[in-house]
């Protein structure tokens, strides 16, 4: 599996030039990601409204589905994890006070794994979550991925379930935030008899993680070690920085040379080769395709940094280093 992500603005694809070479490197991909919030779904209680997920489902059977299954609430700035988000329908209170969420939810779940089955080809259970603030405890949300995971298996024992959690500040004290192996919580899940079989990370070295290449060969052999199969769900490497604006970025680990179109794509073409290698990593996803300006995004934004650089292409639309070496690569491994 390997995919692309606009991450919101594939609006900004209308140019013609930009879309065509999404389209170029898209060929031959054979991966597909897709998340609803639960409202999108049930906007009356026990009415559920399936047309656009059907017709994306119609869409896309050639490719291999991933249907991400998120909690009822919206993560929100700062990384915390908030009760009250826009995902609930807005006849359910969204509260975890509200003895009637988690069994309503779980009526929700039931309801997409009977319809889609036979047509998903691994549902992801989790979000991107750091307790903390108004978050979740540990506990609480490995109640929470726990429960999804058994409501998809009671509909269908050989669901093919990925999982994915964040870093839980109180409970892994030495992983940064949005360490790429969360080794114990996993091995809790798997001596808790939770049945899932892979585990869906995300990093992001060289702004939250140290290193580079050698440290996430070495990350990901830590990783495998827990004996699941790996879904690589997000990764990038910024392209350049501007130095007026740095201090309001939460980038804590550049590398040596700094934030350079060459280190975007060396980094991004290593990445991409070792995922492609290693039998135990059975997607990846390239967070960004296109880079944004600041007229989109406030310069002191604390994700500005990364958001007007990470992209593949310029905001032009005109092809970056890292879109060669990834196009090219691409098109050694399919054979054209």
């Not at 959690?165 to 949005?178: L, Q």
């Amino acid at each position: 599996m390997f995919n692309v992500d606009e991450v919101g603005h594939k609006e900004r694809l209308s140019d013609s030039y930009a879309q065509e070479l999404e389209d170029s490197l898209l060929e031959n991909m054979v991966f597909d990601a897709v998340g609803y919030r639960w409202g999108d779904f049930e906007p009356v209680d026990d009415e559920f409204d399936w047309d656009e997920s059907d017709n994306f489902i119609s869409d896309n059977r050639d490719k291999y589905i991933v249907f991400r299954v998120g909690l009822p609430f919206e993560p929100v700035g700062g990384g915390d994890f908030r009760v009250g988000g826009e995902g609930t329908p807005a006849w359910l209170e969204n509260s975890l006070s509200n003895p009637e969420l988690k069994p309503e939810y779980g009526e929700f779940l039931s309801a997409v794994a009977n319809r889609y089955k036979n047509d998903i080809d691994m549902w992801w259970v989790g979000e991107e979550v750091n307790m903390g603030g108004d978050g979740l405890s540990w506990e609480e949300q490995k109640e929470w991925v726990k429960r999804q995971v058994e409501l998809i298996r009671e509909v269908d024992s050989s669901a093919n379930i990925a999982v994915s959690f964040g870093s839980w500040e109180s409970y892994h004290e030495a992983i940064p935030s949005n360490a790429i192996h969360e080794i114990a919580g996993a091995q809790e899940l798997i001596s808790e008899g939770v049945d899932f079989d892979c585990l869906a990370i995300e990093y992001h070295y060289g702004t939250l993680q140290d290193g580079g290449i050698d440290d996430l060969k070495e990350a990901l052999s830590d990783l495998e070690a827990v004996g699941k199969k790996i879904f690589i769900w997000e990764v990038f490497y910024p392209g350049g920085t501007d130095s007026a604006y740095e201090e309001n970025w939460d980038w804590e680990y550049p590398p040596q040379g700094g934030y350079t179109e060459e280190w975007q794509a060396e980094q991004l073409y290593e990445t991409l080769k070792l995922a492609y290698e290693d039998t135990m990593i059975i997607g990846i996803n390239l967070f960004h395709f296109q880079d944004i300006t600041y007229d989109e995004i406030d310069p002191t934004d604390w994700e500005a940094g990364w958001r007007c650089y990470a992209g593949l292409l310029e905001s032009d639309g005109t092809p970056k280093e890292a879109y060669i070496r990834v196009r090219d690569y691409w098109r050694e491994v399919i054979g054209k």
